[in-house]
Each structure stands twice: as C-alpha cells, then as structure tokens.
C-alpha cells in the first residue's frame, strides 16, 4: 500500500505518489483552472476534479488518463465534488457536484451523467445568499455525504450556510440555529456516526446529532475565519482547523497574509500550533485532509502550495518535498488523500 495525493492547484492537478522515501509528482490536467478534488472511497482510483468554468474531470486509473464528464451539469463552474462511502451503485458511489450559481447534480453511473436536485436553491434563505468577492452570486462550496447513512446528506453555501436533506437531496432543511453562515469545510467522521463539524468565516460549529442541533466552541481560537479542517481517523475528537483573522488574511497575500493551524482533542480547548509550521504572517489559509489508512496522520498545504505532514495528531508537522523542478502551484484549493 502506498500514499496518493491529489491537490487541486489552481493550473493543474498534482497526482502526488509516496515512492521509496520520497515523492514523484505528475502534473496533469496543465493549464486547467482546477477547483475541487474527490475519490471514491472505496475504490481510491476513481477520482474527480472540478474546474472554474472547464466542467467536471474524471480519471479511472488513479489520476493516469482523465476525461471531461458532466452531461447536465448546467454550469460550468464546479466548486465541489464528493463521491458516497454509504450509497453504492454497483461498486462505485453516487458523486455528486455543486456549481457556482448554488446548483446540486448527482451521478449513479461514475460520472458519465447527471441530473439536478433542483429543490436546493428553493430553500427560504436562498434570497440571502451571496459570496462576498462576487456579491451576485453564491456557490455550493462543499458537500458531505454521510459516511453511515445513505440518504443524508449536507451541503455548505458560500456565504448561505449548511443545508441538510435526510432523503438523497429530493428536500432540504434550511439553516440551523448556531451554524454557521459562512460556511467553507464539512466533514462526518465516520467512526462517530452523527458527529458532524463545520469550519466558517464566523469560527467553529460542531453538530452531534446528524445536523438537526448544533453548537459552537471557538474557546481558544486566535481568530474566528476558519478554511480547512480536518479529523483524526482514528480518533473523531480530535481535529484541526486553518484559523485567520478574515478573508483578506486568508487568501490574498503576500502583504495581508495571515493563517495558521489549531487543533483540539476531547473536551479540551483550541491550542494553536506551531512545531514545522511556517509563520503565520504570510502563509495563507490552508487545505487540510486526513485518510482511513493513517491513523493520527494530517496533510496540510496553504494556498501558496507548500504539503506538510503531521504524524503525531497535528502536533508536530514537516515539509514534504513534492514540487518538480520549476514549477510552483498558482493557489491550492483542493487536497485529497488515499492508499492505493
């Protein structure tokens, strides 16, 4: 078994292999403005990359060869991708795609079609809904489905909030009291069935009962913009989280940028870390990820491209050497890892 990585870099996708000690990167999908990245998670070699306004990509060969696919997504912006560990057709899980205007679509078939959940943008709140850097309009910035239940599902509006359907996306619920609106990383862990988390502009919200009641905690926190998060897989009280004074800190630099990772385990509060880390001032916000095969293991790589590692449950990091000589990623927004 070995390590795969896929970072979505702004101009490109990097398919990010572990090989005796060290790392070999292939650029592919050159000159594409790439978005989002996901994998099936039960066959790792299935993958998927959105672009801003090239469509929906797809690879069947580990990030090898990749295809246009996204007969009926009607928009070519894709700002999100997920692929279902719970709801299997055949070997392969539904995938769904969220776009920018806020639009939902869902594949039964890998990926070769699609066909809308159109009751998403029905919701009561979605007159509110605007992305401040494009104040007329919205996306869907992130989608997770539930790693135990096949029909629930969640989606994150930038700037909307986290909607939840309990029936495949066929009906929403709208948003909760105490999640919150700015809403950039989901994630379900799937050893906690139920536990549900959320990173925000306006700090941290956590759910436990699947997404119907939610609380707060930012006890700790040096500032209140959260991009990435991530969740121990062997542990789900245990996470970490790209903190920021704001939006212009975390993703517009080199002058204003300001990010850095905090972490929390249990009951216990947001402790900033440090150990391998670069400065907070002038490092912007950070993607971060974790897969099943590495217990206690987080990835973590800020927008301007560097890939740290942390073995000991975040609280230590190092740089991992993964960029070919003469190139450097324009802006990573999407980071996936798997076990081949």
Not at 8 to 13: F, P, Q, S, V
Not at 99 to 113: A, H, V, Y
Not at 327 to 334: C, S
Request: glycine content about 10%.
């Amino acid at each position: 078994m070995a390590t795969t990585m896929y970072a979505a870099t702004g101009d490109a996708l990097a398919v990010i292999h572990a090989r005796n000690g060290g790392w070999t990167t292939n650029l592919q999908l050159v000159g594409k403005p790439t978005q989002c990245v996901a994998a099936d998670p039960l066959r790792p070699e299935l993958v998927f990359c959105g672009t801003f306004g090239n469509g929906l990509w797809k690879s069947e060969d580990a990030g090898a060869t990749w295809e246009m696919v996204g007969e009926g997504i009607s928009h070519p912006e894709i700002m999100a991708v997920a692929v279902s560990r719970a709801e299997r057709v055949g070997d392969r899980g539904v995938v769904w795609a969220g776009t920018e205007p806020s639009r939902l679509f869902r594949s039964e078939d890998g990926g070769e079609t699609w066909i809308e959940r159109p009751t998403l943008p029905l919701l009561p709140s979605a007159p509110t809904w605007s992305f401040p850097p494009r104040p007329w309009t919205h996306h869907v910035r992130w989608i997770q489905p539930d790693p135990d239940v096949a029909e629930r599902l969640y989606v994150a509006i930038e700037l909307g909030g986290v909607m939840r359907s309990l029936d495949d996306g066929l009906t929403w619920e709208d948003r909760k009291v105490n999640s919150q609106f700015d809403a950039h990383t989901l994630r379900a862990p799937r050893l906690a069935p139920g536990y549900l988390y959320e990173a925000a502009g306006g700090g941290f919200a956590e759910s436990f009962d699947a997404g119907a009641t939610w609380q707060r905690d930012d006890t700790g926190l040096p500032w209140h913009y959260l991009w990435g998060l991530a969740v121990d897989p062997a542990d789900p009280t245990t996470l970490v989280v790209s903190v920021s004074p704001g939006a212009r800190e975390a993703h517009y630099g080199p002058q204003w940028a300001r990010s850095t990772i905090c972490r929390r385990t249990g009951e216990g509060n947001w402790e900033e870390v440090s150990a391998g880390l670069p400065d907070p001032k002038g490092t912007l916000a950070y993607v971060l990820a974790a897969h099943d095969a590495e217990p206690h293991t987080f990835y973590a790589a800020p927008h301007q491209g560097d890939i740290y590692r942390s073995n000991d449950a975040g609280r230590g990091w190092e740089a991992l050497n993964v960029w070919p000589e003469g190139y450097h990623p324009k802006n990573v927004t999407g980071l996936v890892v798997v076990e081949h």
